[in-house]
């Protein structure tokens, strides 16, 4: 540690307020200028400062906090906006509502530049012949469809941190005999909040389609990346992972979303064996149509004929013995392979002892 973080560690712990508030100014200006030599202990002393006992200081940080990282202020602000004290509780509302008022701007005026840039798009579009028309119109829509996705994805991320400061707080006041009272409810509450969070994620994941950069690599690297990212679940749920030798053949295609779409259907067809069954997974070059087929075999109990028609569309459910988990993950899968990639997906099934998806992508090398 350095001498000025140990100056700050000693004025955010001393005795005396006007020092600890002092602490506070110094430490929200050096992580604003990213000058903190820690920023882990910076965070550490401003979560101390945040519940000191004079309210003077948490009331200092409520007016600084504005200043703060996004994931830093949404993980103090809870506290101060719940403070016994109402003039901290005044500050954290104030500054709450200031910087929700700049986000909502910033994505506004954010937003309200790409669609100037896609109506731009199809009105261009608009001279081109036919198929040149529909590519270009369908691509602006999906452009327009990944706006809406991010704002949705942005206001839900907002509604998920004081719920789970909420929940942390909760753990930490409650007594033991309450906590075990009410153990179950709260984990309830934080798997459901963990499920958002994860859906968020793939919602996030789907819009950033838009910005795509293409790499080339090597299909051997592409299958051990899939398969050390879904071995240990295979190891965990006794399930064997029989890989074929990929072929010796580069592709160009964004490596960490096509890798992220196939750990999707890999993980789903582990998830979905018995214990002791097996998954294969495989990659077949078809050179004369310059595309590569990544196919995923389970053993699991088969995907009804219902479900496999909606099985790529998002928020599709099924019952849990009917085969994979059916939502965000394979649209996730189907957005990455077939818009993203412009290759096929596609799944068969005999609705009883196993399952295939196969994904088709160019070359593009």
């Not at 994941?205 to 690599?217: N, P, Q, T």
Request: glycine letters at 6%; hydrophobic letters at 40%.
């Amino acid at each position: 540690m350095s001498s000025a973080a140990r100056d700050l560690e000693k004025l955010a712990t001393s005795s005396n307020g006007g020092d600890r508030v002092k602490a506070v100014e110094h430490l929200v200006d050096q992580v604003r200028r990213g000058e903190s030599d820690d920023a882990t202990e910076a965070f550490k002393l401003l979560k101390l400062l945040s519940s000191d006992g004079k309210w003077e200081v948490r009331q200092a940080l409520a007016e600084k906090a504005t200043l703060l990282p996004d994931s830093w202020f949404w993980k103090l602000i809870p506290g101060l906006l719940d403070d016994a004290n109402p003039y901290v509780k005044k500050a954290a509302l104030r500054v709450k509502r200031l910087r929700s008022q700049s986000t909502e701007q910033k994505e506004d005026e954010k937003d309200g530049r790409a669609l100037d840039r896609l109506a731009s798009k199809i009105e261009a579009a608009s001279n081109k012949n036919p198929n040149a028309f529909h590519k270009d119109v369908m691509t602006a829509l999906r452009d327009a469809q990944g706006l809406a996705i991010n704002e949705f994805a942005h206001e839900l991320k907002n509604l998920l941190h004081p719920l789970n400061s909420q929940l942390s707080r909760l753990r930490e006041d409650f007594s033991d005999h309450t906590l075990r009272k009410h153990s179950e409810t709260l984990n309830r509450i934080a798997q459901r909040s963990k499920r958002l969070e994860d859906f968020s994620e793939s919602m996030r994941f789907i819009a950033e389609g838009r910005k795509l950069h293409f790499d080339v690599v090597q299909c051997g690297s592409l299958v051990d990346q899939v398969c050390q990212s879904v071995q240990d679940l295979a190891d965990e749920r006794s399930v064997s992972l029989i890989v074929r030798e990929p072929p010796d053949v580069n592709l160009r295609v964004v490596i960490e979303r096509l890798a992220r779409a196939l750990i999707n259907i890999v993980k789903n067809a582990i998830e979905a064996s018995p214990e002791g069954g097996r998954v294969e997974f495989s990659a077949t070059l078809f050179e004369e149509a310059g595309e590569i087929e990544f196919v995923i075999r389970d053993s699991g109990p088969g995907i009804k004929e219902e479900y496999r028609r909606v099985i790529f569309t998002p928020f599709a459910s099924g019952k849990k013995e009917q085969g994979p988990h059916l939502g965000m993950g394979l649209y996730l899968a189907y957005s990455v392979v077939e818009l993203e990639h412009r290759g096929a997906i596609e799944v068969d099934s005999d609705g009883e002892s196993w399952t295939v998806f196969r994904c088709r992508v160019p070359l593009g090398t």
